[in-house]
Structure formats: C-alpha cells, structure tokens
C-alpha cells in the first residue's frame, strides 16, 4: 500500500498535486480537503463569467471533455477521495495528524497522514472601510461571489456599480459589469495610477486613457473609498471618496489578496513576515513532510532573489505538479525555482502585460534602473492590418541585466508572445544584447524582421552606450506647455517627419518652437538648425528621430533629447500636441 496523503485546499493547487501523485502512484492513499463545498474552478475566469463569456458556472468546473469536477468525479476519474465542506483546524506534526471539523454539524474528526500538502489560497483583503459589511459589498474570491454578483446584475438590481481597486481583478470586473449589461461603473483607485504594482507611470497612462475612452466608466484615481453608506434594509446605497458621494448598487472589493497561511503558522512552521508559508526548491516547507503550494506560498523573486507573493493560477497549477512530484517519491526531485512575475489582461478592446519589475520596485531592489520606451507596429510594416505595440524594457545600467519589460497594444496574442518570451529569458539574467539578439519566429502576418522587441533592447543599449537621450512623454508635454509664444529662450521642437505629417503642427505651433526638417536631407541642411538651443527631436514613432540625433551629435548639436515612442506615445499620454480649439 502507498503512503497516505493530505491535501488541505482543493481549488487550485491542491487538485492538481492530488492528480499528479495518483499517476505517479496509484497506490497511495489520498484524500482533499475543503472548507467549501464547491471545489476545483477556475478563479481566475470568475470575471468572464460575470461578463458572460463564461456562460455557466459550471464553465468554470467543467474539464476540456465537459465532466464537472465535483467528489465524484474526483473518486471515479482520479481515486481522490475529497472531505468538502470541512474546515482543517490544526496540525499535530508530531502525530501526523490533521484536525478537522464540518462547518455543517460542528463534527471533528482527525486524518492520519504521511506527508500533507498545503494549498490553502489566499484571502480577500477587507480594507478598514465603514459600512464593509452591508449586503451588496463583495470581495471577488470564490465561485459563491461570483454567482452572487451575476445575480444581481441580471436580474436588473444593479445600474451603478463601483469597485474598489484598480488591480487586474478589479479593471477585469468593471470592464465585465460596463460591456455586456451596460452597468455604470466608477473605479476607486488610492494610488495615483491604475496598476500600481503593475505598469510604470506612462503605460499606466495608456491604459488610464482607453479605459476613459469607455461608455460608463469613471476613473478616480488617489481617491480612496472613505466609507459605504447604507440605504433601505442595510444594503448599501452609495459610496463616499474625498469630497464626493455617489450612489451605488453594488460594491466590488479588489484591492488584492493575502496568503493563507494561518494553519501554518499555528503548527509552527516557517512562513515569511510578509505573509505566505516558506518553502524551499521542492516545496518542502520547514517541515520536510509538509508541502505547500499556490498562492499560500511566499515564492522566490527570481530576479532580487527575495520573497514576493504571486496570486495566479497557472504559478498554482505548475507547483501542484511539483508538490505533487515530491509527495508521491517520498524523497525531493522535482524542483520549482522560483517567479518572475509575469502577468496579461484584457481591457476592453487593448491589453497590458508584464513580466519582471518595474522601474519603481527595480530602485527599491537596489538597482540603478534605466529604460526605453518604443512603439512599432506588432507585425511587418507593409503587412494589411497592422497596429501599434508600445514596449518599455527596463535594466540595470551597471550590469546591463534585464530586469523587466512592460507592454500596451491590440487585444490579442500579439503582446503575450513578447512578454512570454522575456519570462523565459528572465531566470537566466540575460543582459540586453542578449534580449536584442533573441531569435524569435518571424513572418510578416506575425512580427517585424526587427522585431519590437529586439528594437527595445537595441534602444536601451544605445541608451546605455550615451548614443541616445530621451525624453518622456510626460516631459514632452511639461515642455510644450511652457513654450510660450514668441519665445526666443525655450526649446526647438524639431520635426523630421514628411512634410504631409508635420504641417498642421506647423501651422499651429510655430510661434512655439515648431520646427521642420526632415531627417532624410538633415546632414545637408545642418545650417538651419539652431545652435545653442536645447532640440527636441520628433517623429511618429522615434526611429527617424533618433537617426536625427545621432547626425546632430556628430556635427555637434549637444543639447538633444529624442522624443520616446514619437508622436505616436503622445498621443497614448493623452495631452493633445495640438491645442484641441485649434485641431480642424
């Protein structure tokens, strides 16, 4: 007979190590523990079905041949036998033996094991918010929320929604409660960007843009929710931020999760001051017996070589298998090194992505972060259908590593490919060259023969070699603004696109600085640039333009800054170039 072996958590995780332990060993004993009574869904599509993509709930618990994963199917299909519904209390380790008890009747009973593994998940963060307790406020945690919020909005109860968080989770519900059932909802935000922890200030800002561009959708940033006001029979009736009280239907708490490692750390073992069981390479926790993993766990950064906490279903998945692994050998083998945090969401009609750290968390770590920002079409130019895709890759400009790369472009599988490529590269620390020569799959319909990519690292390194000097497009439009007219002190803005392109800007902003010179004739024309000015060099996207500062250099132009992503990224920032009362 094989050993036996508990799994306490039977969403993610521990499905998945249960499944992988019985091919390994059909001869153990396992046996899944859940507190609910609904288990082994996928979480992280709760807003789709919200937002009807997902139809059914079942969507969610169904396997790809359509059998829904419930304790029978689990006994008949796997030979897992799962105890749903009950709670696990403690662990006795020197016994070897997991408390339990059902939430239904108040019944204990204890479970002998082997080896355990823990998969408890994570929790929902309750912000300290009066009036968090009212009926129609909802944390976005599990299947039972799920349905509860989808009932209310299709049954007509909910006009005006507000959700509390600008996370993934909680930009993916509002863009599920405004698509489909039209619902008008405001998105409360404390820090002073969407995806905070996410995207740097300017992909945040693209993002920020779109989502203003959307039909019921309001965007208050550094305005946190201050309290949550009562109406009839205590269902909340409105929300109250700074200065303001709106009326609401419907609250949605999205202001992220924290491991559950209460059990844990009750037995004593190692979990991590930030929250989230410590374990090693195999999963082992402090106590070898003991795995752990998903989003309980407190994973290493493969990057800073710290401890950071990652809630995704797919880090869950794949340590599932790798706890799984190890239980049924009885001897560590299989190893799960670590995450570098790679992640992608859908919003609206664009998506964003990342993987690595941001600019921000990269100076927190201790490096000396440089970057480059590049827009370029997400396949070859000449190829029917193409769009922009902004990249920004972020390295150490001591060591010239890669730390991270965020993007912005076309809902699709476009970006993904770009982001998933850099997260393979990641643990390896690949310097920039390396990330600019990455072989990666080329054909027109796909990608550039420069892909954007290699572009962005190319640029980084020219940044990194002093060959480039750029300008954000924040500081663009802090420089325009303050070009006053007729000004003879402030800064030329030298455009080296075509003349078809430049000449509205000409037109409107010459008494500003405006300039044209094309960057094909500028080595013969270097006598009509400016001497003694600081030059801002444009074009569409900051190809010609940087060819254009590489000509000035070399003839002697110092005060040059390149333009990031050209006029292209401005235009994603969202300050018009061209006064808006003065746009034909």
Request: glycine letters at 10%; hydrophobic letters at 40%.
């Amino acid at each position: 007979m094989g050993p036996k072996v508990v799994i306490v958590g039977a969403v993610a995780a521990g499905p998945k190590a249960g499944s992988r332990l019985k091919r390994l060993d059909p001869s153990a004993r396992v046996v899944m523990v859940d507190r609910d009574e609904t288990i082994s869904y996928g979480g992280c599509g709760i807003p789709y079905y919200v937002g009807g993509d997902v139809a059914e709930a079942e969507g969610l618990r169904s396997t790809s041949f359509h059998m829904i994963r419930d304790e029978a199917f689990f006994k008949g299909a796997k030979g897992i036998d799962v105890l749903a519904g009950w709670e696990a209390v403690a662990i006795n380790r020197m016994a070897r033996e997991l408390e339990l008890r059902e939430l239904k009747t108040g019944r204990e009973r204890r479970l002998a094991y082997d080896r355990l593994i823990l998969a408890t998940g994570a929790s929902p963060v309750r912000p300290d918010i009066p009036g968090i307790g009212l009926e129609g406020v909802w944390p976005v945690a599990d299947l039972h929320q799920a349905q509860g919020i989808k009932a209310a909005v299709s049954q007509g109860r909910v006009a005006r929604a507000a959700v509390v968080g600008a996370g993934p989770t909680g930009l993916e519900m509002a863009e599920a409660l405004a698509d489909l059932w039209g619902v008008e909802v405001d998105i409360y935000e404390t820090a002073d960007r969407i995806l905070p922890r996410f995207l740097d200030p300017e992909m945040a800002r693209f993002a920020e843009n779109h989502l203003r561009e959307q039909e019921g959708i309001g965007l208050h940033l550094a305005t946190p929710v201050e309290e949550i006001l009562s109406g009839p029979e205590g269902r909340v009736r409105a929300v109250r931020a700074g200065d303001r009280e709106r009326e609401t239907d419907l609250v949605i708490l999205a202001v992220g999760t924290r491991p559950q490692d209460s059990l844990a750390r009750k037995a004593g073992l190692e979990v991590d001051e930030g929250g989230g069981i410590v374990v090693n390479e195999h999963l082992q926790t402090s106590d070898p017996e003991i795995y752990a993993a998903g989003d309980c766990v407190a994973n290493r950064c493969l990057i800073t070589g710290g401890r950071v906490r990652l809630a995704s279903g797919s880090v869950a998945n794949r340590q599932g298998r790798v706890a799984g692994t190890n239980a049924a050998a009885g001897r560590p083998r299989a190893r799960f090194k670590g995450v570098v945090g790679s992640w992608i969401m859908k919003l609206f009609e664009v998506s964003a992505a990342g993987v690595g750290l941001t600019t921000e968390r990269a100076r927190e770590a201790g490096f000396d972060p440089v970057s480059a920002l590049v827009a370029q079409a997400d396949r070859a130019h000449f190829y029917p259908g193409q769009e922009l895709m902004y990249l920004k890759l972020i390295a150490d400009s001591k060591t010239r590593r890669v730390l991270g790369v965020q993007g912005f472009g076309p809902a699709g599988d476009a970006l993904a490919a770009r982001i998933d490529a850099v997260a393979a590269a990641l643990p390896s620390q690949p310097t920039v060259e390396e990330i600019s020569n990455l072989e990666l799959a080329y054909a027109p319909p796909f990608s550039s023969a420069m892909d954007i990519l290699n572009a962005t690292a190319n640029t980084v390194e020219n940044v990194l070699e002093g060959r480039l000097e750029s300008l954000s497009p924040e500081e663009f439009s802090r420089l325009l603004k303050e070009a006053k007219a007729g000004s003879e002190g402030g800064a030329v803005f030298l455009d080296v696109r075509g003349l078809a392109n430049v000449r509205p800007y000409l037109e409107s902003l010459a008494d500003r600085g405006w300039r044209h010179l094309p960057q094909e004739s500028l080595a013969e024309r270097l006598d009509e640039v400016p001497r003694g000015k600081k030059l801002v060099l444009i074009c569409n996207a900051g190809a010609r333009s940087y060819e254009a500062q590489v000509t000035l250099k070399a003839a002697g132009f110092k005060d040059t800054v390149n333009l990031s992503g050209g006029v292209a990224a401005v235009k994603r920032w969202g300050e018009p170039i061209i006064p808006e009362n003065e746009e034909g």
